[in-house]
């Protein structure tokens, strides 16, 4: 991460994160995406690349503060994800990074609250907006969340966007950004398919392609049991067990 020479704040969150070396996902795409290059990343979940957009997003606003001021829900980065789970994990792992700089961000995902999370959008202004694709275009199409001034848009897990039938969602929310040739797009799948790459030659600018090869992730010494139950159900399931 010294490489890079990123901003103080940011190495600071890094060591208290207990990063050491980046990972292969990161090492390929913090350059470009630190040069303010458009990328598309081929990585497996639990790979590092949420770091590395966050860290690379959150530079080039410590770098390059606002000058004027702007409506609260204006974010400056958008990050689209599938489930309200990942979203969750993510505005989690942002805000261990953002503790020593300025930077700050929210998350809105669907089965919650709806005017509790308006309420969180309008208490600060918010930099980086971690969002599911329904839930987010609730708040644009209500007025309550603003996106003519992001500067990064970020899609994790664009293969699942794609199974998941939200491509139609994401399409919709795209087109209420600033132009591609205007923004930042950073593109990131655990495969890199033929639709995947043509959803990106659609909404990025020259994007720099990189892939890390998938790794075995479960060892063979380890059960994996599914149990599909009702969310009232979750807390005497987790118990017994």
């Not at 969602?169 to 655990?190: K, N």
Request: net charge negative; with cysteine; glycine share 6%.
């Amino acid at each position: 991460f010294h490489d890079f020479d990123l901003p103080e704040a940011i190495m600071h969150a890094v060591d208290d994160c207990g990063f050491k070396y980046c990972t292969p996902i990161q090492a390929l795409a913090l350059p470009p995406a630190l040069a303010g290059r458009d990328v598309a990343g081929q990585a497996q979940t639990g790979t590092g690349k949420t770091a590395a957009f966050l860290i690379a997003s959150m530079t080039r606003f410590i770098r390059n503060p606002r000058t004027a001021p702007v409506p609260t829900a204006t974010p400056r980065a958008l990050i689209i994800a599938p489930t309200r789970e990942l979203a969750i994990q993510i505005e989690r792992d942002a805000h261990g990074l953002e503790y020593h700089s300025h930077v700050s961000s929210c998350v809105v995902f669907g089965g919650m609250d709806y005017n509790r999370q308006k309420d969180e959008l309008r208490r600060l202004p918010v930099d980086i907006l971690v969002a599911t694709p329904g839930r987010l275009l609730d708040f644009v199409r209500s007025g309550d969340v603003h996106l003519d001034k992001v500067e990064v848009l970020i899609i994790d897990e664009a293969d699942r966007m794609l199974d998941m039938g939200f491509i139609p969602d994401v399409r919709s929310i795209i087109r209420r950004l600033p132009p591609r040739e205007r923004r930042q797009t950073l593109l990131f799948s655990a495969t890199l398919s033929g639709d995947i790459m043509r959803l990106a030659a659609q909404w990025m600018c020259d994007a720099v392609r990189v892939e890390v090869a998938a790794e075995k992730v479960t060892v063979d010494t380890v059960d994996q049991i599914v149990y599909t139950i009702g969310s009232h159900q979750k807390f005497n399931l987790l118990y017994n067990i």
